[in-house]
Nanobody, 125 residues
Framework: QVELVESGGGSVQSGGSLRLSCVASRYTASSYCMSWFRQASGKEREGVAALISDGNTLYADSVKGRFTISRDNAKNTLYLQMNSLKPEDTAMYYC???????????????????WGQGTQVTVSS
C-alpha cells in the first residue's frame, strides 16, 4: 500500500519561506498526478499545486509566482517551495496522489485516493 509522509511545516513570519516534502513509498503508477492541498481551520480543503508524471504543473491562482512544486524521482519525494508567505497561507498542508486520467482535478480533492497525514504551516503577520 502506498504511503505519503509530509514534513517541513512550521511557523514563519509574513514574507518568509518554507519547503514542504512528501516522501512516497511504493508508488507504482506509471502515469500519476501528485498534488498539494491545504485546509485552513473552518474552511474546505483546497488544491494548491499539482505535478504529473510528464513534469507538467498546475497552480492555484492564489499561489502562482510564490509557490513551486517539484519532485526528485531518485528520492521518491515531492516538494513544495513556498516563498513570500502570507498569513492567509496558514493551513494544514497535505500531499495527495492518484493515477493520471487526463484531468487535473485540483479543485476536487475527492478524486485523490492517497493522502498523507499533513503538516502545519503557520504564517504570522
Amino acid at each position: 500500500q502506498v504511503e505519503l509522509v509530509e514534513s517541513g511545516g512550521g511557523s514563519v513570519q509574513s514574507g518568509g519561506s518554507l519547503r514542504l516534502s512528501c516522501v512516497a513509498s511504493r508508488y507504482t503508477a506509471s502515469s500519476y498526478c501528485m498534488s498539494w492541498f491545504r485546509q485552513a481551520s473552518g474552511k474546505e480543503r483546497e488544491g494548491v499545486a499539482a505535478l504529473i508524471s510528464d513534469g507538467n504543473t498546475l497552480y492555484a491562482d492564489s499561489v502562482k509566482g510564490r509557490f513551486t512544486i517539484s519532485r526528485d524521482n531518485a528520492k521518491n519525494t515531492l516538494y513544495l517551495q513556498m516563498n513570500s508567505l502570507k498569513p492567509e497561507d496558514t493551513a494544514m498542508y497535505y500531499c495527495a496522489a492518484r493515477r493520471w486520467d487526463g484531468h487535473w482535478h485540483l479543485s476536487r480533492p475527492n478524486e485523490y485516493n492517497t493522502w498523507g497525514q499533513g503538516t502545519q504551516v503557520t504564517v504570522s503577520s
